[in-house]
Every structure is written in structure tokens, then in C-alpha cells.
């Protein structure tokens, strides 16, 4: 969230970070959107994100091939060509992408989620200077995602030991 908050306008127009949660869904964890009525939509669109559904190359390839994107220009063909759905295709049109970076996230080796930014209503076009600095930006952000993980794991490990302390501890005083 301080992510995307920070890239935020100083960076492009939105930003969103989607991550691949235990079950093995893309999850969306955090998106900014120069405008807060259209954050919202980048909180709808989310519901397009399915393993082996239909999916922008854009947010395809980081997620499931690794590889970093740079798109400098969406054509309105493109954008028509993305839409999944008429629903898709009413937000698609609403937040409209005109340039994008997006990077995928890697942590112990693998992909763990993708961090995009894109350019709309600014005219900002991006290059590959900018893919290089979301890229520096999605190594930081893979570190801190998989610390955060790695803090969770840490405090439920933490909790069932305390309880089996409790219950031998009761054992024990019976």
C-alpha cells in the first residue's frame, strides 16, 4: 500500500501489486489510483485476475513467465482486444491505460506476485529508463512482501506454541 501510495502520482497515474496468496489465487494487496473514485475500479477489476483465465499480456507475463513488460503506448485496438467482458471492457475504458510497466515479483526464486504501473489521463509515456526503475522498485517490494509473510508465519508459529505450552503447562499442574 505505501507502494503504490508513493508511485503515486510522482511515478504514473496508478499503480497495482498483485500477489499469489497460499490457495494459489491472484490476489490483489494493494492499487492507487490518482483518483479515489478510480481506485475503486482498480479494486473491481481485480475480479478479472484468475489463474488460467483470460489475461492481459501486460499483467500475464510478469505473473506466470517472470518477465518484465514494457508497454509504451496502448492503441484503442488493444485496449478493445483486452477486454474480457462487457463489465471488463466499461472499467478498461474508464481508468484507460495508455502506458505501462510491469514487473514481476520474485522471492526465494520464484514468482511471488507483479507490481504494475501505468500512465492514462497524464500523457505520460514510459521507457525503458522507467521499466528499469520498476524494476529496482519490484526487487524492494518482493523483499518486503516476503518479509511480511515471513513475519506472519512467525507470529502463528509463535501463538501454537504458546497454546501447547498452556495445555502441558495444564497437563502438568492435573
Keep these: 500500500t505505501t507502494l503504490t501510495a508513493l508511485a503515486v502520482p510522482a511515478l504514473g497515474d496508478y499503480c497495482t501489486v498483485d500477489v499469489f496468496g497460499k490457495d494459489g489465487k491472484i490476489v490483489r494487496v494493494a492499487a492507487a489510483h490518482v483518483s479515489e473514485e478510480k481506485q475503486l475500479l482498480l479494486w473491481e477489476i481485480s475480479r ?3 489463474v488460467g483465465g483470460p489475461m492481459a499480456e501486460h499483467l500475464r ?21 483486452m477486454a474480457i467482458d462487457d463489465d471488463h471492457r466499461r472499467i478498461v475504458q474508464r481508468i484507460l491505460p495508455r502506458s505501462c510497466v510491469s514487473v514481476p515479483l520474485r522471492a526465494g526464486g520464484k514468482v511471488i506476485g507483479a507490481l504494475a504501473l501505468y500512465a492514462s489521463e497524464s500523457g505520460r509515456r514510459f521507457d525503458a529508463s522507467d521499466l528499469a526503475l520498476v524494476e529496482e522498485l ?37
Excluded at 503506448?73 to 488493444?78: L, Q, W
Design 48 to 50: 478479472w485476475l484468475r
Design 61 to 81: 507475463r510478469p505473473l506466470f513467465d517472470g518477465v518484465s513488460m514494457l508497454t509504451p503506448e496502448f492503441s484503442d485496438t488493444t485496449l478493445e482486444q
Design 138 to 174: 519490484g526487487r524492494r517490494a518482493a523483499l518486503a512482501v516476503e518479509n511480511a509473510r515471513l513475519f506472519q508465519e512467525a507470529e502463528a508459529a509463535t501463538k501454537a506454541r504458546d497454546h501447547m505450552l498452556g495445555i502441558v503447562a495444564h497437563d502438568l499442574r492435573n
